[in-house]
Nanobody, 119 residues
Framework: QVQLVESGGGLVQAGESLRLSCAASGRVFSINVMGWHRQAPGKQRELVAVITNGGSTNYAGSVKGRFTISRDNAKNTVYLQMNSLKPDDTAVYYC?????????????WGQGTQVTVSS
């Protein structure tokens, strides 16, 4: 089992920045990929950014160039630096981790943290 705890959400104005953190505990040695999804009211959950153990990253087109995902393997923590925030970025942001157990891959989720961007 892997437990994920997010922090760093809040209310900001358009153009401002926020940094989200997600700390993993439990069977962290089994984690290969960590990342962030978000879900806005009335919309499906969407991928925001992911990062592998080796540091490879991938971003949704809507955040590319504004958001940066990073990972501190020593602290088992993943970060999402969000700059130039827009009202459309308003959502609940969920941290996730993919961990392998034998031939199976499990995905774990955090509880979510609210990000609200006012215009």
């Amino acid at each position: 089992q892997v437990q994920l705890v997010e922090s760093g959400g809040g209310l900001v104005q358009a153009g401002e920045s926020l940094r989200l953190s997600c700390a993993a505990s439990g069977r962290v040695f089994s984690i290969n990929v960590m990342g962030w999804h978000r879900q806005a009211p009335g919309k499906q959950r969407e991928l925001v950014a992911v990062i592998t153990n080796g540091g490879s990253t991938n971003y949704a087109g809507s955040v590319k160039g504004r958001f940066t995902i990073s990972r501190d393997n020593a602290k088992n923590t993943v970060y999402l630096q969000m700059n130039s925030l827009k009202p459309d970025d308003t959502a609940v942001y969920y941290c996730h981790a993919e961990a392998e157990a034998g031939s199976l891959t499990y995905r774990y989720w955090g509880q979510g943290t609210q990000v609200t961007v006012s215009s």
